[in-house]
C-alpha cells in the first residue's frame, strides 16, 4: 500500500496530529492493509493515538489517573477468563487475542483488558505498533 494514501486519510481526521485507536482501524479495514501499516504511516506524520479500545491509554493527561481505563473493575463470565488465560503466554496476551475473546463472547474490548489486567496480565503487542 502506499503510504502517501494512508498519511492522507489519516490528515482529513478533524483532531490534527491526533488519531484515535478506533479510527486507524477503521483506515485499516478501508484501506484493506494492516492496522500496523497504519500506526507506521501515524507514526511517520507525528500523529499520536489515543482512545485505546482495551483501555491502555489516551484517555486523558499521560502519567495523570485517568490516562488509562485499566484496573477497573468488571464482571465478566469465568468462561472469558478461562479464555484469556488460555490466550496467554508468558505472562502476557496479544491485543489481537483479546478482541477476538471479546467478540466472540459479546464483551466489551475494555471489559476484555480490564479482565486480563485483572488476571495479572500484560497486554501486548498492539495491533498498531503501539508501545515500542
Not at 492496522?35 to 507506521?40: A, M, N, R, S
Not at 473493575?73 to 487475542?97: F, N, R
Request: charged share 25%; proline share 5%; with cysteine.
Amino acid at each position: 500500500m502506499d503510504m502517501k494514501k494512508i498519511e492522507e486519510l489519516i490528515d482529513v481526521y478533524p483532531e490534527k496530529g491526533k488519531l484515535p485507536c478506533p479510527v486507524c482501524h477503521f483506515i485499516a479495514a478501508f484501506l484493506n492493509i494492516t492496522p500496523q501499516e497504519v500506526g507506521e504511516a501515524a507514526t511517520h506524520v507525528n500523529a499520536r493515538i489515543y482512545q485505546c479500545q482495551l483501555g491502555l491509554f489516551g484517555y486523558g493527561r499521560k502519567g495523570q489517573s485517568g490516562y488509562k481505563i485499566l484496573g477497573r473493575e468488571v464482571e465478566v463470565p469465568q468462561e472469558v477468563l478461562d479464555m484469556i488465560k488460555a490466550g496467554s503466554a508468558d505472562g502476557k496476551v496479544s491485543c489481537t487475542s483479546l478482541w477476538e475473546i471479546a467478540d466472540r463472547t459479546g464483551i466489551l474490548r475494555v471489559e476484555a483488558g480490564n479482565a486480563a489486567d485483572s488476571l495479572g496480565l500484560k497486554i501486548g503487542p498492539c495491533q498498531l505498533g503501539a508501545f515500542k
